[in-house]
Structures are given as structure tokens and as C-alpha cells.
């Protein structure tokens, strides 16, 4: 079985709601993966169920249209937009934080479920996770599944541990 044939069974359906949203995205400009399954295509991949996205800002009205008219349910929140296809376990969250807007100049494209998609740069990925991680009122779990993607990443790429806060490269081992 694929990693793609997995994440569709364990999501039910997620793969294919993926490759749907894809198709969309690729119809309203750039875009870009920047949560967890964008650190898992430059870090030993772990399973999550999120699909973090930066849209260009103008387009996301017409994007969440879109996406309800081919089923997806959407919900606005202060930070986010989320959609999610009944039924389905993949959670796919737009970021509204302007922020992001400039991850769009720098990404790469990597095959992610299946489909090819464009990546958030690392050191942009790193930005954001820190971002996320020293948010305090984002959930603790959630805090702390942005501090092990932070030294995950570390780990594999030494030359990014001047980016990280001193406490994660403090609980780096030095090697």
C-alpha cells in the first residue's frame, strides 16, 4: 500500500479531498502548503491530518465559493478559514494571518499525497512554526506539536538552529 492508499483509508477520503482542493487551488493563483505536511516533505514524515494553506489573499473568497460548490463544509474563523469534506478526517485550514502573504515568493514544488504542490520554503516553514508555537492562545497541544516539528527540523538541518528560540535549540543535543 502507498502512503498516499493509507492517508486516503485512515481520512476517509482525505487523499481525494486533497486532490480535489488541489485542482481548485491551482485555478485562483499561488498558493502554498506551510503546516505539517509541508515539514513532513523536508523532515522524516509523522501523520497528520491538517492541510495548512496560504492563499493569495484577493482569491480566498472565490476559493471558499468553489469549495462549497463541490461539498466541502466552510467555517470562518478570526485567524483561519477551515473546510472540510463531510465525513472525512482531513482538516484543511486557510491562514488569514497577512503574514504569510510573503511565504508565496518562495516555494517549491514537492509531490505531497499524490499530487504536485507547492511547498513553503524551509526557513519560512521555521518562521511560521515559531509563529504558531509562541502564540499563547493557540492550545498547548498544539503548541507543542509546533516545538517537536521546530526540532525535527533542527535536527535535520543544522544550519537553521540560529533561527530557532533558545528554548528549543537549548533542548537540542549537540552533535
Known amino acids: 500500500m502507498t502512503a498516499t492508499e493509507i ?18 487551488l491551482d485555478k485562483h493563483g499561488r498558493w502554498c502548503l506551510v503546516g505539517g505536511l509541508a515539514v513532513n ?11 495548512d494553506i496560504v ?28 473546510a472540510q469534506m463531510k465525513g472525512s478526517q482531513l482538516r484543511i485550514q486557510f491562514t488569514i494571518d497577512q503574514r504569510y502573504q510573503e511565504f508565496l515568493a ?25 509563529w504558531a508555537w509562541s502564540d499563547p492562545k493557540r ?14 527540523i533542527a535536527e535535520s538541518y543544522p544550519e537553521l538552529r540560529k533561527m530557532m528560540p533558545p528554548v528549543i535549540s537549548g533542548q537540542l543535543e549537540e552533535n
Open 7 to 24: 492517508f486516503e483509508s485512515v481520512t476517509n477520503g482525505g487523499s481525494s479531498d486533497f486532490a480535489l482542493l488541489v485542482r481548485i
Open 41 to 51: 516533505c523536508y523532515v522524516e514524515p509523522v501523520f497528520t491530518m491538517d492541510a
Open 55 to 82: 492563499v493569495t489573499s484577493t482569491e480566498l473568497s472565490a476559493i471558499q465559493a468553489e469549495l462549497i460548490a463541490n461539498g466541502f463544509s466552510v467555517e470562518v474563523y478570526e485567524h483561519s478559514v477551515n
Open 106 to 130: 518562495d516555494t517549491k514544488a514537492k509531490d505531497v499525497l499524490g499530487e504536485r504542490v507547492p511547498i513553503a520554503s524551509l526557513e519560512n516553514i521555521v518562521r511560521g512554526k515559531i
Open 139 to 152: 492550545r498547548l497541544t498544539k503548541r507543542k506539536k509546533d516545538e517537536l516539528d521546530l526540532i525535527r
